[in-house]
């Protein structure tokens, strides 16, 4: 590339004014294009396979993220090329939730392996759609730490049968802030569309691939998850990779959907609401540089839905993350 040509951002500018408050702004961008890839490699296309459910993001008809699943028998999710992702299954309550998931609609994708805490993130959009299956075409595709993610007992069959029962709700009932209490992770989908950029000060040269929907894992001990009332939640936003790409679409567009996963029964719990972040009176960078906790994320329900499954996952908790205990 000539140097008079200027490099596009590999980040949104939600994502830069996070980097650039810790001082981090200069080092993301590099290694951002080290990293954030357009294509599916080699060491991903063979682990996908292997898991026996994924975590979905799409945007509902009013282009609210929602965070779900979609399971199936080991090999359903395959990569049929570079850049194409294909999953023989559709998300648990695309119908319900109204998601749009046509062709070229915005999708995340999060796999994880709760076994040895691997995960690895595909953003993309919606290529091939029918009633049995979907493809994603790759925007960004990228690996993540193990960090704050506790091993579990899996089996390589995702029992989760069907939705039997849809109960709606506005606030936290004793059901659900029973599983809160007890979750040890949870799953967050946020978006970060080019039409929520409003900002004035950041010229937005950004590569397009940046923009769509993501869904990523929040994990730590039982209890990290605190519920201030029966309409909000807060947790401490843990120091990570400093892409800031959950935080960064906060900063954008507060507009988010989380998932608890009842572990046990397989109930599903998805809640939408906006998000705030809160900075602590320590937020520096030194902190950081020190590992301590700079901000905590405040969540205020607008709506929620429970979907009762037929089947079941008893996937028990083994061992909590050990940075958890550094």
């Given at each position: 590339m000539?140097?008079?040509?200027?490099?596009k951002?590999?980040?949104?500018p939600?994502?830069?004014a996070?980097?650039?408050?810790?001082?981090?702004?200069?080092k993301?961008?590099?290694?951002g294009?080290?990293?954030?890839?357009?294509v599916?490699?080699?060491?991903h296309?063979e682990?996908?396979?292997?898991?026996?459910?994924?975590f979905?993001?799409?945007?509902?008809?009013?282009?609210?993220?929602?965070a779900?699943?979609?399971?199936?028998?080991?090999?359903?999710?395959?990569?049929?090329?570079?850049?194409t992702?294909?999953?023989?299954?559709?998300?648990?309550?695309?119908?319900?939730?109204?998601?749009?998931?046509?062709?070229?609609?915005?999708?995340?994708l999060?796999?994880l392996?709760?076994?040895?805490?691997?995960r690895?993130?595909?953003?993309?959009?919606?290529?091939?759609?029918d009633?049995?299956?979907?493809?994603?075409?790759?925007?960004?595709s990228?690996?993540?730490?193990?960090?704050?993610?506790?091993?579990?007992?899996?089996?390589?069959?995702?029992?989760?049968?069907?939705?039997?029962n849809?109960?709606?709700f506005?606030?936290?009932?004793?059901?659900?802030?029973?599983?809160?209490d007890?979750?040890?992770?949870f799953?967050?989908?946020?978006?970060h569309?080019?039409?929520?950029?409003?900002s004035?000060?950041?010229?937005?040269?950004t590569?397009?691939?940046?923009?769509?929907?993501?869904?990523?894992?929040?994990?730590?001990?039982?209890?990290?998850?605190t519920?201030?009332?029966?309409k909000?939640?807060?947790?401490?936003?843990?120091?990570?990779n400093?892409?800031f790409n959950?935080l960064?679409?906060?900063?954008?567009?507060?507009?988010?959907?989380?998932?608890f996963?009842?572990?046990?029964?397989?109930d599903?719990y998805?809640?939408?609401?906006?998000?705030?972040?809160?900075?602590?009176p320590?937020?520096?960078?030194a902190?950081?540089?020190?590992?301590?906790?700079?901000?905590q994320v405040?969540?205020?329900?607008?709506?929620?839905?429970?979907?009762?499954m037929?089947?079941?996952?008893n996937?028990?908790?083994?061992?909590?993350?050990?940075v958890?205990?550094?």
């Open positions: 000539p140097d008079n040509i200027p490099k951002n590999a980040f949104h939600g994502e830069r996070l980097q650039s408050s810790i001082g981090a702004l200069e993301m961008q590099t290694l294009e080290r990293l954030l890839r357009t599916i490699v080699d060491q296309k682990f996908y396979p292997g898991l026996p459910c994924i979905i993001g799409a945007l509902d008809k009013s282009d609210r993220p929602w779900t699943m979609a399971y199936g028998d080991l090999g359903f999710v395959s990569a049929k090329s570079d850049t992702l294909s999953i023989a299954a559709r998300p648990i309550g695309e119908d319900i939730l109204k998601l749009q998931l046509s062709k070229n609609n915005d999708v995340g999060l796999g392996n709760f076994s040895n805490r691997r690895n993130r595909l953003n993309g959009t919606i290529g091939q759609s009633d049995r299956s979907f493809s994603i075409e790759v925007k960004q990228f690996g993540n730490c193990p960090k704050y993610i506790q091993t579990r007992h899996i089996d390589n069959n995702c029992n989760l049968g069907a939705i039997t849809t109960s709606l506005s606030s936290l009932n004793n059901e659900i802030i029973e599983v809160i007890n979750c040890d992770c799953f967050i989908a946020s978006a569309q080019k039409m929520n950029i409003e004035t000060t950041v010229t937005d040269d590569l397009d691939s940046v923009y769509g929907v993501d869904v990523s894992h929040r994990g730590g001990k039982t209890g990290f998850v519920i201030n009332n029966n909000q939640l807060a947790w401490d936003d843990y120091p990570g400093k892409f959950t960064g679409n906060i900063y954008v567009n507060p507009q988010v959907g989380l998932l996963v009842n572990f046990e029964t397989g599903l998805l809640l939408n609401g906006k998000a705030t972040i809160q900075n602590y320590e937020d520096d960078i902190s950081m540089a020190t590992g301590q906790i700079l901000r405040l969540f205020d329900l607008e709506e929620g839905i429970h979907f009762s037929s089947g079941q996952l996937w028990p908790t083994l061992e909590y993350s050990p958890l205990d550094a």
